[in-house]
């Protein structure tokens, strides 16, 4: 069975830092892996995905995850990080065969 | 376009009374899933529906949880009777094609339940 893991609870970084959210998976044959952000009282929302072919994958408010096989991870990615990126971000992995399973989830908080 | 809608976004109950939420997906979207999210976790999928079958109900407590999609386009989710630990939120999900293509879902904004 496929699994994520997320081995931060919590991130801070100060406005205008790069930022890193960690996520590995385990999962049989190729994996299908997406980045989640939740805002609060809201629905999860798509942020970026990878299927195949680049291992830098760009996707929505400027975010980019990099897929590196050799050590099962996707970790989210952003150059410049801003105040409203605050919000609490979720990993998920799915293979052919299995439905999507999610990580328990990072917070992060950009501090002005 | 719009998006998943949910209702209701809040629920109050007493344990041992029914409750139901209700999901209408994006148009055209053939794949609803229910997904159940405890506080500080990731959503864990219920059930997973292609237009009005259920695929995948492995997760999901019979005993007192019941879901059903009758003309394949919107859901509901009743539980019956309802335990404290069922305090939750139940999000809501579709997708446009059928699961094992790898399209990502769209997520309803969640009906927070709370058993007292």
């Known amino acids: 069975a496929q699994s994520v893991a997320q081995p931060e609870d919590q991130v801070n970084v100060a406005e205008g830092n790069p930022l890193t959210v960690k996520c590995t998976y385990s999962v049989s044959g190729n994996p299908y892996l997406f980045w989640y952000v939740q805002y609060p009282n809201r629905g999860l929302q798509f942020l970026l995905k990878y299927i195949t072919g680049d291992n830098l994958v760009k996707g929505s408010y400027g975010f980019e995850a990099e897929f590196n096989k050799s050590q099962t991870s996707f970790h989210l990615k952003k150059p410049s990080a801003l105040v409203s990126d605050s919000a609490l971000y979720f990993c998920?992995?799915?293979?052919?065969?299995?439905?999507?399973?999610f990580g328990a989830g990072t917070r992060l908080t950009v501090k002005p | 376009e719009a998006g998943v809608v949910q209702s209701p976004r809040y629920k109050i109950i007493e344990k041992k009374q029914p409750v139901a939420f209700w999901c209408n997906p994006i148009s055209g979207h053939n794949t609803l899933y229910w997904y159940l999210q405890n506080l500080g976790q990731g959503p864990e999928l219920l059930i997973r529906?292609?237009?009005?079958?259920?695929?995948?109900d492995s997760q999901l407590p019979k005993d007192r949880f019941s879901a059903e999609r009758l003309k394949g386009v919107d859901s509901t989710l009743k539980i019956q009777p309802a335990e404290l630990g069922d305090s939750a939120v139940y999000l809501c999900?579709?997708?446009?094609?059928?699961?094992?293509?790898?399209?990502?879902?769209?997520f309803g904004p969640g009906t927070r339940l709370t058993v007292l």
């Open positions: 998920a992995v799915r293979d052919f065969r299995n439905d999507m399973r």
């Open positions: 999900a579709s997708s446009l094609e059928p699961w094992g293509k790898h399209n990502e879902q769209f």
């Open positions: 529906y292609e237009n009005e079958e259920a695929v995948d």
